[in-house]
């Protein structure tokens, strides 16, 4: 926040479910005190509208602002608890997708924005990304990425194949910073004419690079997929995170239904990753089918939804 120039102000918050009885009492009184805490940034700001995006840091404002206009962005299709709870005081509801409605008790009030994206992603074009990374075009280029923190599973099972991965493609692999040496050391012991096609690095600031240079990713169904992998049309092998709430198995199964992706369970990666992503690439009328469904998904006007939605909240506020 402060790199972006906007003023922040914390309010005290903690988590409700999944608490021990112990940690309960503690978590209900720090919950109190940030509601006491968004009165009074309330009263000094004096807000048209307010928006919500979940997280259990939101609950104390929303009781504050209850009688305040409210928007909430649903990002998965399922949204948590918290976005559940945050969803009584919302009068408006938006969402990434339609399939969201049956999750909330009032659908009515249910507007379907599509995910939104990041400007600096929708500058880049297939021949700059190429560019960028100095790929061979004459290659198919796949990319695997985990998230900011990286997925561990992905990134081994992706090493366990890597010589065998390079001999029909080229990879651009975002691997996070947890397994980082281990895929550095990998990628130096490459021969020299395999070495070239793969292109890894923990962190990826120009991500609208690799997204619109890839013929196809594999990755983990976290919200952002249903966004910026139908904004590029980018076929996907999508492999939920298995230790968490079934967000990310919701994801994945939408772009399946809709023809745009495949599902690969993590305890499957290193048995059946290498033959599905061979099968694929060597595919190209499977992957342009999957390409024009995956882009059929998209919604690339969706900040401009959200923001119309807040804007005219704020309107029809009282001064």
Known sequence: MKRAGILYRSIPAAGVHGVGLRALPANLAK???GVSASRRILRDFKPHALFFTGGYVAAPMALAGRNIPTVLYVPDIEPGLALKFLSYFADVITATAS??????????????????????LQVWSRAQGIQRFELDSSLPTLLITGGSKGARSINMAALTHLKALLQFAQVIHITGQLDWEVVEKA??????????RYHAMPYLHEMG???ASADLVLS???????GEYPFFGLPAILVPYPYAWRYQKVNADFLVENHAAVILQDDLLNDTLLTMIKDLLSNQTKLESMRAAMKKCSRPNAADLIASQLIQLAGDAPL
């Open 220 to 226: 983990r169904a976290g919200a952002s997929t249903l």
């Open 31 to 33: 919950l109190a005190r």
């Open 187 to 196: 990628a130096n012991e490459l021969p020299a004419e395999l070495k070239s």
């Open 99 to 120: 399939a969201s409605t049956k999750y909330f008790s009032r659908p009515n009030r249910l507007a379907v924005t599509g995910y939104p994206l990041r400007s600096d």
């Open 209 to 211: 690079a690799a997204l």
